[in-house]
């Protein structure tokens, strides 16, 4: 199986989506010139090539142009993104009261996207409101919504604002997970896990007791019968992380690493957690970066690679991980000879004591301690 060293270099340079607005030059004039006289659609839709940079570089300023006068004859959609921009803050000063103002307004009329906006916003934000949150989530879902199932699952599952219902959210849960809703595949791999560990705290009897003689039979005969309930959980678990996986979930495939090497639900493979764990690195999980460049660095999958280790460290600690900013400061302050991948890492005290720095910012003790220490070298 192939890996993506290779592709160290490359990290970065792919392009955005652009929503489905691809437009050639004789669409965007004819749009333009529609616009100009007036006609909302047109003047959303030339909003829209202007949000997205469709053939034209990206100008949220005249997007929110755009947008304000369609939104003022009345179109939903203008209305929308013209909330997210204030929301962000792109094109125009950040004005949070005017966002929500006009999301409501676009929700209010059935737009399916500021209702799921709203219902997240409230379930997630700051201001928590976990009976708003179901109300919109209940309108995006009754429009098909698979994004809002799976956020109404969660409130009936976790028991947020609403009376908790483990079955019912799992049911919405699955359902949009059968949509092929990445979250929802892993939460429901999740799910599966779980239950199979609660029922392996079930049982009169802990593996422990085999050691006693009078419990020995009474014992194994209960936790044989308990191990072949949760195996087909486990299985479970593995093949939901599988599918949000093979769609580039980084928590799916951190999860998939997991079970190849413990053998959840699979048999333990090396090569396969490797191939996950880097995949997860590679869609910016934090966790596989960290380790995922703490393998590769120590050599667990083998051959060590200084280079590699150090690219994901550096992705890591650029989001403010103090254990990775711990991780870099060591790394330079002892240097690293030669690795397989014909890096070698130079002592560099200067950066290491800079790492060290970070990481004690970011409240990681064994970082101030070794801050400390280089101040009164």
């Given at each position: 199986?192939?890996?993506?060293?290779?592709?160290?270099v490359?990290?970065?340079l792919?392009g955005?989506?652009?929503?489905?607005?691809a437009?050639?030059?004789t669409?965007?004039?004819?749009?333009?010139?529609?616009?100009?006289?007036?006609d909302?659609?047109?003047?959303?839709?030339?909003?829209m090539?202007?949000?997205n940079?469709?053939?034209?570089?990206?100008d949220?300023?005249?997007?929110?142009?755009?947008?304000?006068k369609?939104?003022?004859?009345?179109?939903?959609?203008?209305?929308?993104?013209?909330?997210?921009?204030?929301?962000q803050?792109?094109?125009?000063?950040?004005?949070?009261?005017?966002?929500?103002?006009?999301?409501?307004?676009?929700a209010a009329?059935?737009?399916?996207?500021?209702?799921?906006?709203?219902?997240?916003s409230?379930?997630?934000?700051?201001?928590?409101?976990?009976?708003?949150?179901?109300?919109?989530?209940?309108?995006?879902?009754?429009?098909?919504?698979i994004?809002?199932?799976?956020?109404?699952?969660?409130?009936?599952?976790?028991?947020?604002?609403?009376?908790k219902?483990?079955?019912?959210?799992?049911?919405?849960?699955?359902?949009?997970?059968?949509?092929?809703?990445?979250?929802?595949?892993?939460?429901?791999?999740?799910?599966?896990?779980?239950?199979?560990?609660?029922l392996?705290?079930?049982?009169?009897?802990?593996?422990?007791?085999?050691a006693?003689?009078?419990?020995?039979?009474?014992?194994?005969?209960?936790?044989?019968?308990?191990?072949?309930?949760?195996?087909?959980?486990?299985?479970?678990?593995k093949?939901?992380?599988?599918?949000?996986?093979?769609?580039?979930g980084?928590?799916?495939?951190?999860?998939?690493?997991?079970?190849?090497?413990?053998?959840?639900?699979?048999?333990?493979?090396?090569?396969?957690?490797?191939?996950?764990?880097?995949?997860?690195?590679f869609?910016?999980y934090?966790?596989?970066?960290?380790?995922?460049?703490?393998?590769?660095?120590?050599?667990?999958?083998?051959?060590k690679?200084?280079?590699v280790?150090?690219?994901?460290?550096?992705?890591?600690?650029?989001?403010?991980?103090?254990?990775?900013?711990?991780?870099?400061?060591?790394m330079?302050?002892?240097g690293?000879k030669?690795?397989?991948?014909?890096?070698?890492?130079?002592?560099?005290?200067?950066k290491?004591?800079?790492y060290?720095?970070?990481?004690?910012?970011?409240?990681?003790?064994l970082?101030?301690?070794?801050?400390?220490?280089?101040?009164?070298?």
């Amino acid at each position: 199986m192939k890996f993506k060293y290779v592709l160290l270099v490359t990290v970065g340079l792919l392009g955005g989506v652009n929503d489905g607005f691809a437009q050639d030059s004789t669409d965007i004039t004819t749009i333009e010139h529609k616009a100009a006289t007036g006609d909302a659609q047109a003047q959303y839709n030339f909003g829209m090539i202007y949000y997205n940079g469709d053939k034209v570089p990206q100008d949220y300023p005249k997007a929110a142009e755009w947008f304000q006068k369609s939104a003022g004859q009345g179109n939903v959609a203008a209305q929308y993104h013209l909330g997210l921009l204030y929301e962000q803050g792109k094109g125009v000063s950040k004005d949070q009261v005017k966002a929500k103002e006009l999301i409501e307004k676009a929700a209010a009329q059935g737009n399916v996207d500021a209702q799921l906006n709203l219902g997240l916003s409230y379930s997630k934000g700051k201001n928590k409101d976990y009976t708003k949150a179901k109300d919109w989530f209940e309108k995006a879902a009754s429009q098909g919504n698979i994004t809002a199932e799976y956020n109404l699952g969660l409130l009936y599952y976790n028991g947020n604002g609403v009376p908790k219902d483990k079955t019912k959210g799992k049911a919405l849960i699955e359902k949009a997970a059968n949509q092929n809703n990445v979250d929802a595949q892993t939460k429901m791999g999740d799910i599966c896990k779980d239950e199979g560990i609660l029922l392996m705290n079930s049982g009169r009897y802990k593996p422990a007791d085999i050691a006693n003689p009078q419990l020995r039979d009474k014992a194994m005969t209960e936790l044989d019968e308990i191990e072949s309930k949760i195996e087909p959980l486990r299985k479970k678990a593995k093949d939901w992380y599988e599918k949000a996986a093979n769609q580039n979930g980084a928590e799916a495939q951190y999860k998939l690493a997991d079970c190849y090497r413990h053998g959840i639900g699979v048999e333990k493979n090396k090569q396969l957690e490797e191939h996950w764990l880097q995949e997860s690195a590679f869609h910016g999980y934090l966790e596989a970066e960290k380790e995922y460049a703490s393998a590769v660095r120590d050599g667990d999958f083998g051959s060590k690679k200084a280079g590699v280790a150090i690219f994901f460290y550096e992705k890591a600690a650029k989001k403010g991980d103090g254990e990775s900013q711990y991780e870099l400061g060591y790394m330079y302050k002892y240097g690293l000879k030669r690795h397989s991948d014909g890096v070698d890492l130079p002592q560099d005290k200067v950066k290491a004591k800079e790492y060290f720095k970070q990481a004690c910012i970011n409240k990681y003790e064994l970082a101030c301690s070794q801050y400390k220490q280089m101040n009164n070298e």
